[in-house]
DNA sequence: AATGTGGTGTCGGTCACTGACACAACGCGA
DNA sequence: TCGCGTTGTGTCAGTGACCGACACCACATT
């Protein structure tokens, strides 16, 4: 049965996810995922720590791709343009994986506990941006609230992007980082 | 038995502070603080919906303050200046239950459960704050924005503050908002 | 005394998650 | 070709968080 183990988890990533979405997170046990996935529970539970972790296993990539653009990033340029550049690259993944990303992100939104801990990812992701700053030279204080807040304008980019694909994800980034001067712009400080 | 509930509570919240410092949070069975509150498990989830939520119960009270403050700020200041305002005031909570928060706290910070509840508190607190900045006509996408870089500036000022409280709270979250405006300010945009 | 209400104990159950053990498929050297 | 370790899997027997239903008890109201 056992080939490398890579196809069960993705038929595993699959079930999950249709199944959330047909009946709710709360409403699925995760014997049905592994039967859907012609598994058994104790091989999904081999394959994610948790119920919720099913859905968070492409985090890896993006956290790889952020890490890789910021450290690449050209000199010069400041802490927000530096998040945006890798914010836009990164990104890509997102685009390049929408029939996925959408249902995904959708369920996540309307499940208090997935939501929960997609921000505890967001927490780990953003803590690893502000150290790759800090390695390029950022100031320690800035770059922990440059990783913040540019990470809640990607959010909402991303965000935005699902709900209006009509523009790609690069023009809603573009939007949010903007809004973000514009919030400390007029800031009497 | 009953007597108003009031005091059933507070018995199991100060058990399970208790029995999360001694032996963990993951080694610490509900029943183990129903037993030591002296009541049965079943009414530990009477007052608490899960196990987690018994450590977060203040959380109202800075809410409503934050809440209050972001309403009655005087005509005429920008986003960033009312949150500034905001956190100032709700920070005195802080202030003032420091000796019950220090315990907890801890216990946050080493268990990744409670951390995780920690971030869905914040992102649930801080959506209110955009809330609130939208009824007092900030934009919609610039509310959202600046109540999550608003709280990453409270939220840092806050750890520098337990790290270092030979200074007040209220000079760290100057240093916080004028981070956050030098990071826009030096952003070509 | 009758009645209502809210906090509680008890019981039975579901389901997420785990440790232990055995088995099946593969890679590789002998 | 045969053994052999490695890795993925199935099975079983748990533990513990959490819930629904019901009965009971203290107290307030009338």
Redesign the pocket.
């Known amino acids: 049965?056992?080939?490398?183990?890579?196809?069960?988890?993705r038929r595993l990533q699959q079930a999950a996810l249709e199944l959330y979405r047909e009946r709710g997170f709360?409403?699925?046990?995760?014997?049905?995922?592994?039967a859907r996935a012609?598994?058994?529970?104790?091989?999904?539970?081999?394959?994610?720590?948790?119920?919720?972790?099913v859905l968070f296993h492409g985090e890896a990539d993006l956290r790889a791709e952020l890490m890789r653009s910021v450290a690449e990033a050209p000199d010069g340029l400041q802490p927000l343009d530096i998040l945006l550049r890798a914010f836009r690259e990164a990104g890509r993944i997102l685009e390049e994986n929408r029939p996925f990303s959408e249902p995904r992100l959708e369920v996540i939104a309307k499940t208090p506990a997935l939501r929960e801990r997609e921000l505890a990812k967001a927490a780990s992701l953003t803590e690893a941006v502000a150290e790759a700053l800090r390695q390029r030279g950022v100031a320690d204080r800035l770059a922990g609230l440059a990783a913040q807040t540019g990470w809640a304008a990607f959010h909402q980019a991303a965000g935005a992007w699902i709900d209006d694909p009509s523009a790609n994800l690069d023009a809603h980034l573009s939007r949010a980082f903007d809004d973000l001067r514009a919030l400390s712009a007029t800031s009497t400080g």
Chains 1, 2 share one sequence.
């Open positions: 049965m056992p080939r490398s183990g890579l196809e069960a988890r709360d409403q699925t046990t995760t014997a049905e995922i592994a012609g598994v058994n529970e104790r091989t999904f539970f081999r394959h994610f720590p948790d119920k919720r972790e």
